[in-house]
Structures are given as structure tokens and as C-alpha cells.
């Protein structure tokens, strides 16, 4: 009796840090139950042994800053049969994408000596962006234990199960004291997916939004709050101009605040 096929999955690297890449290196003892559940047929941070694909599942890292990467996803998304982002790049545009509210050409200007032999596009810009993207896995790096889940909701047929509570909701269940609350520390916890455990609360720091805005999450509420522990505009338009500035609900928030400014 021929044995079935194992389902191929391929991991792609677009304009990042590899960071999310390492999250499932990380996976350690785990990693070697995926492996012997998929074929790991692309993932050049792990291996230079490439499988052409098709490929039945294809988690990409990393946003779209050149005109080569915008070529480059569409060839990826006609190879996969189900694509997931993972990480804030992939689903934000990441760090990089504070070039969006600048004139890139004036920092090209700067750095490099000849500019002109720079390709890069204005924007730094999500997957979703340019692809029909399957399932966004966020963080900044994501969570291996969310990215384990992913990968078992796809080879078992399911929809992932991924809290879409925010880190207040972490914070209570390690008993930290809210920040906000008791020191009047700006804190993006109210706002930001759960997924890091709530790190930066837990050592008397606001949270800095890395895992992305949560579902509905009501952003004028809590820069009001920000205005009455004196919060000035400048520094709300930092806060929410970090990992994940590019973030619908994020950038609208940052630009209200950033008019405010001028």
C-alpha cells in the first residue's frame, strides 16, 4: 500500500529581521514532531535543501519594501495552496514601516551615496496588501506556541484558535497590577492582542503594542486616558507609530494625534 503524501510546507522571508523564522527554530522538541507531520520543503533559514512545490502551506515573514517583492509574493501566493503571515512585518509592515509618513527619496539622500541605484517602493506594506492571504498570525516576534497552533489548525482541517482578548486579559491572569492604573504608565495593553504574556507589565512598563491592534479596539478611549495622565500628542503619535505602525487601527490613531501636533 503506497504511503501518503506528507503535506509540503515552505517558509518565506520578505523584508524582516528573521525573527518570527527563529520563533519556530525555537520550537525545539516540537519541531521535530512537524517535521515528522509535513515536509519542510522551503526554509532557507533552516536548510539550503529546496522542494520545488507546489506547496500546501506557506508561512511568510517579512513586507513588501521593493518592486521585486511585490513580483516575488504573487509567485509565492500561486504556489501555495494556503498562505499564513506571521509577524508584524508580514501583517503591519513592520518597523520599517515608519518610512510611510516620511519622503523615503530624502532618507535614500542620506544614506547612500548613490541613490539611484536604489529600487525600493515608498511604502512599506503588509502581505494582505498584494496577496489573498489565508490566516494573519501577529507578534513582533509571534508567539511559538500560537504558531504551533496554526500549524496543527492546518493539518487537521480547522480554523486556528487564537484569543483575540488583549494583553489586559494576560496581565490579569499573572496578577500583575495595571500599570496604568497604579503609576500612570501609558500602556497600549488595552488595545494590543494577547500573545507575549504580558512581559512588559510584569516589569512595571507600559506595553508597546508589539503584537498589533486586538479586534475593535477602541483607541480614542485610551488616548483620552493618555490626555489625562498629560500624555502630550508628540508622544501618543510614538506609541502608536512602533512595531506595528502601519496597522489600520494604529496608523488612524497616530494621524489624529499627529494633526493635533502640527
Known amino acids: 500500500m503506497p504511503r501518503q503524501r506528507k503535506p509540503k510546507l515552505a517558509v518565506w522571508k520578505f523584508a524582516s529581521c528573521d525573527g518570527c523564522q527563529l520563533s519556530l527554530l525555537d520550537c525545539e522538541d516540537e519541531l521535530l514532531t512537524i517535521a515528522g507531520q509535513v515536509d519542510i520543503a522551503y526554509f532557507l533559514e533552516a536548510s539550503r535543501a529546496v522542494v520545488k512545490g507546489p506547496y500546501d502551506l506557506s508561512l511568510v515573514e517579512g513586507s513588501i519594501t521593493t518592486p521585486h517583492d511585490a513580483e516575488r509574493i504573487q509567485q509565492v501566493r500561486r504556489a501555495s495552496r494556503f498562505l499564513v503571515t ?6 503591519a509592515g513592520g ?8 519622503d523615503v527619496q530624502e532618507f535614500l539622500a542620506l544614506v547612500y551615496a548613490k541613490p539611484a541605484y536604489i529600487r525600493t517602493l515608498a511604502h512599506s506594506t503588509p502581505i494582505a496588501q498584494h496577496v489573498r492571504v489565508d490566516f494573519e498570525l501577529h507578534g513582533c516576534p509571534i508567539n511559538k506556541r500560537q504558531l504551533l497552533e ?14 483575540p ?47 498589533g ?3 475593535t479596539p477602541n483607541t480614542a478611549s485610551l488616548s483620552a ?15 502608536f507609530r512602533g512595531f506595528n505602525a502601519y496597522a489600520e487601527a494604529f496608523r488612524q490613531e497616530s494621524e489624529v494625534h499627529a494633526k493635533q501636533n502640527d
Open 86 to 91: 506571521i509577524g508584524a512585518c508580514a501583517t
Open 95 to 102: 518597523i520599517q514601516a515608519l518610512r510611510n509618513f516620511q
Open 150 to 163: 496554526v500549524i496543527s489548525a492546518f493539518l487537521h482541517g480547522r480554523k486556528p484558535h487564537i484569543p
Open 165 to 211: 482578548h488583549s494583553v489586559c486579559m494576560e496581565c490579569k491572569r499573572r496578577g500583575t497590577v495595571c500599570v496604568m492604573v497604579a503609576h500612570g504608565t501609558p500602556c497600549l495593553g488595552p488595545v494590543t492582542h494577547a500573545g507575549c504574556g504580558a512581559i512588559c507589565p510584569a516589569y512595571q512598563r507600559g506595553c508597546y503594542g508589539c503584537f
Open 213 to 215: 491592534p486586538k479586534e
Open 225 to 239: 486616558w493618555w490626555r489625562h495622565l498629560g500624555i502630550p500628542p508628540s508622544r501618543i503619535v510614538r506609541a
